[in-house]
């Protein structure tokens, strides 16, 4: 089964940083939901688009649907310690019923 | 709401034993859904049923059996453990099709170790 790109991979940052993630796709997407994962528990909805186009914001963390709608972006302003984990885009293709996931961005921060 | 159950938390099995992972969700979700996750893999889908009595076939079904007799319970069973099994498995349940409602809600995990 087809799995979405996500990048990048994995980030090391500074708390108080911004950061950016995105998810791409050669298939047309119909959803767009961001997951994040903490430690040793099961990912969590963050935030859900449903339209190309669409900018959906959850506190610091700012969200957008793809104008191609074969991507999405995930950005999280000022971070702080609680931000790390493995966060997670996934997808319903235009056609398609199940979701799909990416592989995972995993969030270090430093203090 | 209890949400989505996973039992056993953490598991190690030797080679060639079987063991059922339990999953139970109260939130009458008709849609559940088994994944493993590998390192720098993300979610897998194993198997995945639509409702009581009804199962299917995901991404990676080799070496694995589910059964769903009821809304609530959707146990993943493996029969002969492989070391290729060592993973995290999570479930996970839906309204509809993981559209509607916000998506998957999942359990918090079944880390498995096959030595």
């Known amino acids: 089964g087809q799995q979405l790109n996500q990048s990048p991979q994995s980030m090391f940052i500074q708390e108080g940083e911004d950061v950016s993630m995105n998810c791409t796709s050669s298939?047309?997407?119909?959803?767009w939901l961001w997951y994040k994962q903490d430690p040793g528990e099961g990912p969590v909805l963050l935030i859900a688009?449903?339209?190309?186009?669409e900018l959906t914001s959850n506190g610091r963390l700012t969200a957008q649907f793809g104008i191609t709608r074969k991507d999405s972006f995930l950005n999280i302003s000022a971070s702080i310690p609680s931000d790390v984990g493995i966060y997670f885009c996934?997808?319903?293709?235009?056609?398609?019923?199940?979701?799909?996931f990416g592989q995972g961005t995993r969030l270090t921060i430093n203090p | 709401n209890a949400g989505v159950t996973q039992t056993p938390k953490f598991r190690i099995l030797k080679i060639g034993q079987s063991m059922t992972l339990q999953c139970t969700q109260d939130?009458?979700?008709?849609?559940m859904y088994w994944y493993r996750q590998d390192p720098g893999m993300g979610l897998k889908l194993i198997y995945y049923?639509?409702?009581?009595?009804?199962?299917d076939k995901g991404e990676v079904p080799n070496g694995y059996n589910v059964s769903r007799s009821t809304t609530e319970d959707f146990p993943l069973r493996l029969e002969l453990a492989a070391p290729s099994q060592t993973s995290v498995y999570f479930c996970?349940?839906?309204?509809?099709?993981?559209?509607?409602?916000?998506?998957?809600?999942f359990g918090s995990g079944t880390r498995l170790t096959v030595v």
């Open positions: 049923s639509v409702g009581a009595g009804i199962t």
């Open positions: 996934a997808g319903q293709r235009e056609g398609a019923q199940k979701l799909v």
């Open positions: 939130m009458n979700h008709n849609y």
């Open positions: 298939s047309i997407f119909n959803t």
């Open positions: 688009l449903y339209k190309a186009g």
């Open positions: 996970a349940s839906s309204l509809k099709w993981g559209v509607v409602a916000g998506g998957y809600t």
